[in-house]
């Protein structure tokens, strides 16, 4: 058995590792992938707290967040798409029409 | 005091005309202008007639049930509500109602009121609807006449101070209405202006005056609570002082007294019956009313505590009286002569009922009903001659006017300029209106005080009763002189109108074209000839002193007995310095004035033309006198004393400098402090908002990954937090 | 379009409209699970005067904003009819009540007793109910605003625009409505908001040439203020402990009911006590009454008033003047007052401050303006002076002087207004100065205005006069000689409104000079619409100066049973 402390620890890395990205990639595909990586370092940690509570509850958002997840992405990389459509880029550094 | 009889129905006196108001504002609006209208009805006229003569039997009905006893009915609840007593905490119901009260002040101003206005509507036919410029407007003229004098009857006979001031305030508007009858004149629209601003400032301390005088009497303003001896003896003297001052100036406002006398003159621009009018029959007599309305108080309260208001009011009433005959001997306009004399008898009147009110103060009931008599007296006097002298001056006016038409249409010159009521355009006229000026002459002789003639026995009254208070109180003879030196000023004033009227030779090609011609005119002015003359016989029977002593009068039908009475009074007093005065009065006003005026303006008529033999005497005289004296006044005249008296002494002019340039100034800038500081700091608000939210707005970059940022951020906080909490 | 196409619209639509009106209205009064309160008695108030007009007004703006611009335009006169006809349902109803001829209606109540209640279930969870009653504080303005709307819509009748205008004004009246026959804090929040949108639009959408600005000014200044008497009212629902509210619909024992509330500060206030403590009632007070101030407007919060006046469309500014200002006394009357006695006591003269210099200042200010419109608003400021002059004179005469200057100065200022709107409609001009001698042109238009100056400047048998008249008489014995300034103000008064009439409607000579704004065209009269809608006006004026005591009667019942309730028995 491993010690839960591990398996937090590692889903705190794979956040920070994911957040980090997010902030810092200028590709809006890698950055959607940072994003996932972030909520799977969440769904690491509901599974292992639901193996070491013993309680289903932590699988249930775990398979949540994974069909939450999916169709981020689908919608995200169907955006990313009609932008790229426009602007014929998918830079974040050049795309900011969410200040008008 | 009971209600029953002809008082049930006093109320139809002022409830008449009121609602004939809208039937001949409204059917003149109808049938304006079709030919029934304007011959049957006289746009109006005759359905004014026939409520102002119902009225005025009415009345006469009502004074003969009341000549000896008052009365008074309650009618209805106006307005209840509750006032707190704070000291006892109870809670109690405050009624203000509707009712009729007679007393023998009101007996003679309903008489004074429904007579004059009932003439002066005959006259209106006359003078009104001859003239064209009238013509389609004049229903406006008898529905706001008709409002006026509803007002002036209303306050009459209203039962407390509330609907005295009730009605007073409709005066107030249909003065306004009526002197600004030519409304596209901006002079009348000026002077309407003028007239109800005037009069207002005096209201708004009427209001105040009864608003205390509601606050001492327990929340009562009508008169049979406030009348009564034992109420008016448990109230604060002092406070009652002060609200009988404060209400006092109210009258002085719409009694044209100074310093609110500015309105009067102006108020000229409206047609002459409105002059009448208001000079004869209602609004300045509505002041007067007051001030003897007050006499209960006077006389109930304690001894002296109320003093000093009679001694005000005498001050004031002799001060204006001076002022105006200064003003109305250089006066050339016909009409401004007659408001500054009226401006003058009404501070007679005004220094009479001081005097009336300080003897009752100060317990000498005898001598203080005398004096109230005497001011009531001249009261009926004035009003009967004024009324008489404004339209007969009317009367001129109006035949002035068509010979101006004549002429100018004869010698097919158009002269706009011409002034109809400048009596340096008339002279001569007595031949040509003999009626006129008889009436006049008559008039004026009246107002002069010529012995045996109606104003004659009651200003020998007022200037006795003013001297009786100042030998008793040494600064009553500060207006018991002025009225004794407006006495002979009076003779100057009125003398120089009729002689420039009707006397010499007339000095402009329209007078020698003048003659009476309309219909209507001459019978108010023969009835209020011999009302005049008549005033003989009221005072022979005492009506000084039953006008003043109603409860237990001195009324007598015993002519010959009341005659001897009367003269012994004023030719053989028993006083010594009474009987002095009295002779130097009549010097003054007989002798003096009226000589000066001769010698000035006397002369003979045109050859061929001859005046009534009860008229010529008096042309003749004024001739020899003027002949004889070769009196030159040029260098008078010429005075800046004499220019300033031109210019009304200034205060008209000081009055409006301090409306437009003080208040209207103050006004401007307050409107510019509203919209720039006032409203200014909410703009400030709301600009500063805006740049703030600007500001915030730069947080906005547009990139996702700020936003992401800033969203991790945020949870990082709520995380902190969250630990902070647990 | 062909002749056959309009018939066909009026016939068919008007038909649509008034049957879906109609129908609404049957089912609402006389479905019995709706149309009664639970007590077998019929609910007079919440369908026939809130709901009713605000759901056909709905239903007609929803179904007009649809269409195109033409086919509004061929709506509008159908609409405006429609309108009509059901602005007089609620009038009629509220004359009724007033007479007894529906059912008898007691007016004679005790303190925090309603006639006519009804109490509905709402928003159980926390202690909100749909509840309606009225007293002698707000059936003279209900009457009022019933009264007031068939008018509006007759003098502003041919509003362009009619399809959307006169619905909006009718949504305004049943909103008005809804905010006097409250008797829970949320439902008169709720519609104390609701009064906002239709006059925002009216502004918006029909103002003048800064409509824009003025609209929001008027929406954001005044929502500023009711939010802070939003808190106010959240404070005082948590301040009142758990279960106070039981029998007024609430799970949780808090409520939002008025007349719980009112009943339980009554029995706090007695005696010796004071309800939530001294300090407490003062923040209260405050918060509360600053909502009310600027809604009424006083001085130094009047600004947007002018504001919204002059770019108002007619209509707007009768119902503006007329009701909407009234909002804020009646609130005054009915929250602040009524539930902090001591606090009222504490800052009594603060209040008469405020009061006289909304007065003073509103008068003068009066004096130096230029434009008609803008003149008589901010005489409005300066009447609703009177009424916290009579709130701060602690006398049921005061506060009987304060209920007639609301609801004398409701029939007197729409009169104002539409003089002023009929100066912009013919003239095109409400600059004073610009024209000289209107009377020659427009006799009836200045029949009226003289009237309504008369009337507003305090002619007695007019109106105004008794409240002035009143208040004057509650003045005195508490503030003794300040009454100068009331006095001063009743000259000022005068002098602005005869001074504005001589430089419109006088002078101007034989010819008259009509203003530049007439292109040399011959100014012409008011017409038929406007003639009626003022004349009405001008009947009730008279009606209600000579004979005070048909409104009077019913207000003094309420101010004794007031002062019973609220001072004598909170021992000041």
Redesign the interface.
């Known amino acids: 058995m491993i010690d839960p402390s591990w398996v937090s620890g590692l889903a705190a890395i794979l956040f920070t590792l994911g ?1 980090w990205g ?3 990639r200028k590709n ?1 595909i890698v ?1 959607l992938m940072c994003i996932e990586l972030m909520l799977n370092a969440v769904n690491l940690q509901f599974v292992a707290a639901a193996t070491h509570w013993g309680d289903v509850t932590g699988w249930v958002y775990a398979i949540f967040a994974v069909a939450i997840a999916a169709s981020e992405v689908a919608i995200g990389l169907a955006i990313f798409l009609s932008i790229y459509g426009q602007q014929e880029t998918i830079s ?2 050049e ?6 | 005091m009971s209600g029953s009889g002809i008082i049930e129905y006093a109320v139809l006196i002022p409830l008449m005309p009121i609602l004939a108001f809208p039937v001949i504002l409204f059917l003149g609006k109808m049938f304006n202008g079709t030919p029934s209208w304007v011959k049957n009805v006289k746009e109006g006229g005759l359905i004014a007639l026939t409520v102002m003569g119902a009225v005025l039997i009415l009345s006469i009905l009502l004074i003969k049930e009341n000549l000896h006893h008052g009365s008074a009915d309650h009618i209805f609840n106006w307005l209840t509500s509750s006032w707190w007593d704070s000291d006892t905490g109870a809670i109690q119901k405050k009624v203000f109602g509707v009712g009729i009260y007679i007393d023998h002040l009101t007996v003679m101003l309903l008489f004074v009121a429904s007579f004059l206005c009932f003439l002066i509507n005959v006259f209106s036919i006359g003078y009104m609807n001859t003239d064209p410029i009238n013509d389609n407007r004049n229903h406006r003229f008898y529905a706001e006449f008709v409002l006026f004098c509803s007002g002036m009857l209303g306050m009459v006979l209203a039962d407390s101070f509330l609907w005295l001031f009730i009605f007073w305030e409709i005066m107030g508007l249909c003065s306004y209405l009526l002197i600004g009858f030519y409304y596209e004149r901006p002079s009348a629209a000026y002077a309407a202006k003028k007239a109800f601003l005037t009069t207002r400032v005096g209201d708004v301390f009427l209001v105040i005056g009864l608003v205390m005088l509601w606050n001492l009497f327990d929340g009562h303003l009508d008169y049979s609570y406030v009348f009564n001896p034992e109420n008016i003896q448990a109230v604060d003297q002092g406070a009652l002082q002060i609200a009988l001052g404060m209400m006092f100036v109210g009258a002085v406002g719409k009694s044209a007294q100074f310093p609110l006398h500015v309105w009067l003159p102006d108020a000229m621009e409206g047609p002459t019956p409105v002059s009448a009018l208001i000079h004869a029959a209602t609004m300045v007599n509505a002041g007067l009313y007051l001030v003897a309305r007050m006499f209960p108080f006077f006389a109930e309260a304690e001894l002296g505590a109320l003093s000093d208001v009679a001694i005000i009011i005498a001050i004031i009433g002799g001060i204006t009286a001076v002022m105006a005959a200064l003003i109305a001997f250089v006066q050339m306009d016909l009409k401004k002569v007659l408001a500054y004399s009226t401006m003058s008898q009404l501070a007679y009147i005004f220094t009479g009922l001081g005097s009336a009110l300080w003897l009752a103060n100060n317990g000498y009931d005898d001598l203080a009903k005398f004096a109230m008599g005497a001011s009531l007296f001249h009261l009926f006097n004035h009003a009967m001659a004024k009324g008489m002298l404004f339209m007969a001056s009317g009367s001129v006016i109006h035949e002035m006017h068509h010979a101006h038409h004549e002429v100018a249409h004869h010698d097919d010159h158009d002269d706009d300029h011409f002034d109809a009521q400048s009596m340096e355009n008339m002279g001569g006229l007595a031949s040509r209106m003999p009626i006129t000026a008889t009436a006049m002459l008559v008039g004026s002789m009246s107002i002069i005080g010529i012995p045996f003639i109606g104003g004659f026995w009651s200003k020998e009254g007022i200037i006795s009763s003013a001297w009786q208070v100042a030998l008793k109180e040494p600064i009553f003879i500060f207006p018991a002189l002025l009225i004794l030196i407006g006495a002979g000023m009076t003779g100057f004033y009125m003398s120089r109108m009729w002689f420039m009227t009707f006397a010499g030779k007339p000095k402009t090609e329209v007078a020698e074209h003048v003659h009476e011609q309309t219909p209507w005119i001459p019978i108010p002015l023969v009835t209020l000839t011999f009302m005049t003359l008549f005033a003989i016989v009221l005072a022979f029977m005492h009506s000084g002193h039953w006008l003043g002593d109603f409860d237990n009068g001195h009324y007598t039908s015993d002519l010959v007995h009341g005659a001897a009475d009367e003269m012994h009074h004023v030719f053989a007093n028993d006083d010594p310095f009474l009987l002095l005065l009295t002779y130097v009065a009549i010097g003054l006003s007989l002798v003096l004035g009226p000589s000066l005026a001769m010698a000035l303006y006397g002369g003979r008529l045109d050859e061929g033309q001859k005046a009534k033999p009860w008229i010529q005497w008096a042309i003749n005289l004024s001739s020899k006198v003027r002949r004889s004296s070769h009196f030159d006044n040029s260098a008078w005249a010429e005075s800046s004393f004499a220019k300033s008296l031109h210019k009304r002494l200034h205060f008209d002019d000081w009055y409006d400098a301090a409306m437009m340039k003080i208040v209207v100034g103050f006004a401007n800038l307050s409107a510019l402090f509203d919209s720039k500081i006032i409203d200014g700091a909410i703009k400030g608000i709301e600009s500063s908002s805006q740049g703030a939210s600007r500001k915030i707005r730069l947080l906005t970059t547009g990139s996702a990954r700020d936003y992401i940022m800033m969203a991790a951020l945020g949870t990082l906080a709520i995380f902190l937090m969250l630990w902070g909490v647990a | 379009m062909s002749s056959n196409s309009v018939i066909d619209l009026k016939g068919k639509e008007f038909l649509l409209i008034g049957g879906l009106t109609v129908s609404v209205a049957l089912l609402a009064a006389f479905f019995p699970d709706l149309g009664s309160n639970g007590e077998g008695a019929v609910d007079w108030i919440s369908i026939p005067l809130v709901g009713f007009p605000i759901i056909t007004a709905g239903i007609m703006l929803a179904f007009a904003s649809q269409e195109n611009r033409s086919r509004r335009k061929m709506l509008s006169s159908p609409v405006r009819l429609a309108t009509f006809v059901f602005s007089l349902i609620p009038l009629a109803i509220s004359t009724a009540l007033f007479f007894d001829w529906l059912i008898a209606v007691n007016w004679d109540l005790s303190y925090n007793e309603y006639a006519l209640e009804s109490q509905y279930a709402w928003i159980d969870s926390i202690g909100v109910s749909w509840h309606v009653g009225m007293d002698g504080l707000s059936f003279p303005m209900v009457w009022l605003t019933t009264f007031l709307v068939p008018v509006t819509i007759l003098t502003t009748w041919d509003e362009k625009d009619g399809a959307t205008y006169h619905p909006l004004l009718l949504m305004m009246g049943g909103a008005l409505i809804g905010v006097f026959v409250s008797l829970d804090l949320f439902l008169f929040y709720v519609f104390w908001e609701l009064t906002l949108i239709p006059m925002f639009f009216l502004i918006l959408k029909w103002g003048g040439k800064d409509r824009r600005y003025a609209s929001q000014k008027f929406f954001i200044y005044t929502f500023c203020a009711s939010v802070i008497m939003l808190l106010g009212l959240i404070t005082l629902y948590f301040m009142i402990p758990e279960g106070s509210g039981e029998g007024y619909g609430t799970i949780t024992g808090r409520t939002f009911d008025m007349k719980a509330i009112l009943s339980y500060a009554a029995a706090e206030n007695l005696g010796d006590g004071v309800f939530l403590g001294m300090g407490m009632q003062q923040v209260l007070f405050w918060m509360l009454m600053l909502g009310f101030l600027v809604k009424l407007p006083a001085v130094p919060f009047h600004t947007w008033l002018p504001d919204a006046h002059v770019q108002a469309p007619t209509g707007g500014s009768m119902l503006l003047a007329g009701v909407m200002l009234k909002m804020g006394a009646y609130g005054m009357l009915r929250l602040p007052v009524a539930l902090f006695p001591d606090a009222l006591i504490e800052f009594q003269d603060w209040v008469m401050i405020i009061g006289l210099v909304s007065l003073v200042w509103g008068s003068v200010v009066c004096l130096g303006q230029t434009n008609l419109k803008r003149m008589v608003a901010y005489s409005s400021v300066s009447h609703m002076g009177v009424i916290l002059l009579g709130i701060a004179s602690m006398q049921p005469l005061g506060y009987d002087a304060a209920l007639f200057m609301m609801f004398a100065h409701g029939i007197i200022s729409p009169m104002l207004f539409a003089v002023c709107g009929s100066f912009k409609h013919h003239y095109h001009s409400m600059e004073i100065g610009s024209m000289r001698g209107m009377a020659k042109f427009s006799p009836y238009l200045a029949v009226y205005m003289m009237f309504g100056w008369m009337a507003s400047l305090g002619l007695p048998l007019l109106a105004g006069f008794v409240a002035e008249l009143m208040i004057m008489i509650a003045y005195w014995p508490v503030y003794g000689w300040w009454i100068l300034l009331p006095g001063f103000v009743l000259a000022v008064t005068a002098a602005y409104y005869l001074w504005s009439m001589q430089r419109t409607i006088f002078e101007g000579g034989d010819e008259g000079q009509p203003p530049e704004s007439m292109l040399g065209e011959t100014p012409p009269d008011i017409s038929l619409h406007e003639n009626i809608g003022m004349f009405i006006l001008a009947v009730f004026t008279v009606i209600f100066g000579i004979f005070p005591f048909i409104a009077l009667g019913m207000m003094g019942d309420w101010s004794t049973a007031f002062f019973e309730g609220v001072f004598k028995l909170g021992g000041i």
């Open positions: 957040l997010a902030f810092h809006a950055v974040l550094d795309v900011n029409l969410l200040k008008h």
